[in-house]
């Protein structure tokens, strides 16, 4: 069965530290590949996406996540986090089609502290 | 810039009792679908839903569970009669269908 793991569901970190959480994604075929956020009492909001194409992929707020076909892996990075990124990250997959089931992993709560 | 919309954004119900969550896609999608997060777990994919008729469901969404779109704007989810297990976050989500899932605010159900 598809599956998805990300490897942190707690991050600590201090402002203007380097960001990355972990996913890993267990299916063999095309996939579409997502990271979500949810800020503190809001619904989860797109942070960016991977469809095709070149493997580094930015988002907003400074995201990026990088593509690994040989790792199953959509790693989300961020250089200098912020208070505001405060959030629960959550990575996802849609695998076999354009309008199939997102497949989340648990998501990770990441707190920033000033 | 458009946003999903979901009613009641909280609702407590007894067991046994039905209820019925209402969600507003974005109006130009074409596919829609329902995910729920238990409270401390995953989100967990329910049904997705296109041209009028249910394409793909998990095993989560029984027959107590059925979805309708009963006129061109709403799309609801009904749970005929509800567990104490039904407790969770219920998210609405639409799609133009090109795999970007635009997701609603949620509805928090509470049975008691």
């Known amino acids: 069965a598809q599956s998805v793991s990300q490897h942190n569901h707690h991050v600590i970190l201090s402002e203007a530290a380097s960001l990355e959480l972990g996913c890993n994604y267990s299916?063999?075929?095309?996939?579409?590949l997502f990271w979500y956020v949810q800020y503190p009492g809001q619904h989860l909001q797109l942070l960016l996406k991977?469809?095709?194409?070149?493997?580094l992929v930015k988002g907003i707020k400074g995201f990026e996540a990088e593509f690994i076909k040989s790792k199953f892996s959509f790693n989300l990075r961020k250089p200098s986090v912020q208070w505001s990124d405060t959030a629960e990250y959550f990575c996802?997959?849609?695998?076999?089609?354009?309008?199939?089931?997102?497949?989340f992993g648990a998501g990770t709560r990441l707190a920033v502290h000033p | 810039e458009p946003e999903v919309t979901q009613t009641p954004s909280h609702q407590v119900t007894q067991m046994g009792q039905e209820v019925i969550l209402r969600c507003v896609p974005i109006?130009?999608?074409?596919?829609f679908y329902w995910y729920r997060q238990i409270l401390g777990q995953k989100v967990e994919f329910l049904v997705s839903?296109?041209?009028?008729?249910?394409?793909?469901k998990s095993e989560i969404f029984d027959d107590q569970f059925s979805v309708e779109r009963p006129d061109g704007s709403n799309f609801t989810l009904k749970i005929r009669s509800t567990k104490l297990e039904d407790s969770a976050m219920y998210f609405c989500?639409?799609?133009?269908?090109?795999?970007?899932?635009?997701f609603g605010p949620g509805t928090r159900l509470l049975v008691l």
């Open positions: 989500a639409s799609s133009e269908g090109q795999g970007t899932q635009y």
């Open positions: 299916y063999g075929g095309t996939v579409n």
């Open positions: 991977y469809f095709s194409g070149d493997p």
């Open positions: 996802a997959v849609n695998a076999g089609g354009g309008y199939n089931k997102l497949i």
């Open positions: 109006s130009n999608h074409l596919y």
């Open positions: 839903f296109y041209n009028n008729e249910i394409s793909e």
